[in-house]
Nanobody, 117 residues
Framework: QVQLVESGGGTVQAGGSMKLSCVASGYTFSVYGMGWFRQAPGKEREEVATIDYNGARPSYAASVQGRFTISRDNAKNTVDLQMNNLKPEDTAVYYC??????????WGQGTQVTVSA
């Protein structure tokens, strides 16, 4: 069964950096795209960054463009999110995601990121 496990969250001051990692198991990781989403209190879950199955064509939400970088290692079944110049509005629970060909979404348990002003 598909399992996604995030790590790397915590608290950081504004302007700081943090790296999130997600380890995937239970499916053929290298043939599916991956994504990072986040959900702040009282807000809808939103897409932050996505990456194709082979690491090509990363895409970013406008709010994180130029500050966040998504990458993947198909040999290790991992997808990372490097976050630089963090802002208080980046505070949220961050989730790792993949979607199969049937359109079913799979999510990790989430990791809290808190950016203090």
């Amino acid at each position: 069964q598909v399992q996604l496990v995030e790590s790397g969250g915590g608290t950081v001051q504004a302007g700081g950096s943090m790296k999130l990692s997600c380890v995937a198991s239970g499916y053929t990781f290298s043939v599916y795209g991956m994504g990072w989403f986040r959900q702040a209190p009282g807000k809808e879950r939103e897409e932050v960054a996505t990456i194709d199955y082979n690491g090509a064509r990363p895409s970013y939400a406008a709010s994180v463009q130029g500050r966040f970088t998504i990458s993947r290692d198909n040999a290790k079944n991992t997808v990372d999110l490097q976050m630089n110049n963090l802002k208080p509005e980046d505070t949220a629970v961050y989730y790792c995601n993949t979607r199969n060909r049937q359109g079913d979404d799979y999510w990790g348990q989430g990791t809290q990121v808190t950016v203090s002003a």
